[in-house]
Nanobody, 122 residues
């Protein structure tokens, strides 16, 4: 059974940094594009960043461009999201997802993790 497990969330002050990880199991990891999405109770799940199977291509939401960096280590079956200069509006549950192509829509992903909470205090 495919599992995606996020870790690294927590509470941080505005301007701080966090690094999220997404560990995959029972998945041929380098066959899948991977993505990060986030959701709050008030909003639908929104795109954050995505990375191609090889890691050569990355795409970001405008709201995080220049502050967040997505990466992956195929040898470790793990994807990362380095989040710098965090803002209170980045507060959300962050989900990792795996799919056939690096898309910006949730519908494009087949597998999802359970999420990790990120809270940024002002």
């Amino acid at each position: 059974q495919v599992q995606l497990v996020e870790s690294g969330g927590g509470l941080v002050q505005a301007g701080g940094s966090l690094r999220l990880s997404c560990a995959a199991s029972e998945l041929t990891f380098d066959n899948y594009a991977m993505g990060w999405f986030r959701q709050t109770p008030e909003k639908e799940r929104e795109f954050v960043a995505t990375i191609s199977q090889s890691g050569r291509n990355t795409y970001y939401a405008d709201s995080v461009k220049g502050r967040f960096t997505i990466s992956r280590d195929n040898a470790k079956n793990t994807m990362y999201l380095q989040m710098n200069s965090l803002k209170p509006e980045d507060t959300a549950v962050y989900y990792c997802a795996g799919g056939a192509l690096p898309r910006a829509t949730p519908a494009g992903y087949q597998y999802w993790g359970q999420g990790t909470q990120v809270t940024v205090s002002s």
